[in-house]
């Protein structure tokens, strides 16, 4: 975790692309710290690492795998708890590759616990089979209709066309899967907000973390 000195205004969910503490795509919360100061005030970054390839997916069957309720029942609370009496601020998710394939989905299976979804280079929103780690981590074709980003999209629509609650940005390496996203949001009619501002190598990088959380920022400040 990160801590601001100051009070803290919100939380940022710093989601992972590799297992354990990996660093082949860089070390996401150094990079955070590269950001300008107006970027991180006020804010605590947690970065949750987990065992097996991180697609917050919980397994159908191995009891012992289900990452998307250890982020939810356990993640969460403890960096809430870290904030002491503080009041509640509002979740935010943050992340790219796996991590904003995982932050999108996250947003529409928990309306009600995150607030915004800042994703760059986000995986698996064009039409083409799974990845082979995202079939192992859910375990059965079931499964895997069941966190099919597209389908949750499509599924929460409702829910999520209120309030602008998804930056969706790029470009770096998965630019088909960026305009795939932003044409089945407009589709949807679920407001976002859609850059192309952000080259950059497909790893943590603050040359598009800025422009992510920006983004973030601006969205908090919306009126709901």
Same mark, same amino acid.
């Given at each position: 975790?990160?801590?601001? %000195? ?17 660093? %082949?795509?860089? &070390? ?24 097996? +390839?991180?697609?917050?997916? #919980? $397994? ?31 979740? &935010?998710?943050?992340?790219?590759? %796996? ?5 999108? #989905? ?11 979804? +800042? ?32 389908? #949750?999209?499509?599924? #929460? ?34 407001? &976002? $907000? ?31």
């Amino acid at each position: 975790m990160i801590l601001p %000195k100051q009070s803290v205004r919100r939380i940022v969910l710093v989601l992972p692309v590799e297992k354990g503490d990996g660093h %082949k795509y860089g &070390h996401s919360l150094a990079e955070i710290g590269r950001l300008p100061t107006e970027l991180r005030d006020a804010t605590a970054f947690a970065a949750p690492t987990f065992s097996a +390839s991180p697609w917050l997916v #919980n $397994h159908a069957a191995q009891a012992d795998s289900r990452q998307e309720d250890h982020l939810v029942r356990v993640v969460v609370p403890t960096v809430l708890a870290a904030l002491g009496t503080q009041a509640r601020p509002p979740v &935010h998710l943050l992340g790219f590759s %796996k991590g904003g394939f995982a932050a999108l #989905n996250l947003l529409t299976r928990h309306p009600g616990l995150f607030a915004v979804a +800042s994703v760059w280079d986000a995986s698996l929103l064009i039409d083409r089979p799974p990845h082979p780690q995202l079939v192992d981590a859910a375990g059965s074709t079931a499964r895997l209709d069941e966190y099919d980003v597209r389908h #949750n999209l499509r599924r #929460n629509a409702q829910a999520l066309s209120g309030a602008c609650r998804i930056a969706l940005g790029g470009v770096g390496t998965l630019e088909a899967d960026w305009t795939a996203g932003h044409q089945l949001l407009e589709a949807l009619r679920i407001p &976002h $907000h859609a850059y192309r501002d952000a080259p950059a190598e497909h790893r943590w990088d603050v040359a598009w973390l800025a422009p992510a959380m920006r983004h973030l920022l601006a969205l908090e400040a919306r009126p709901r």
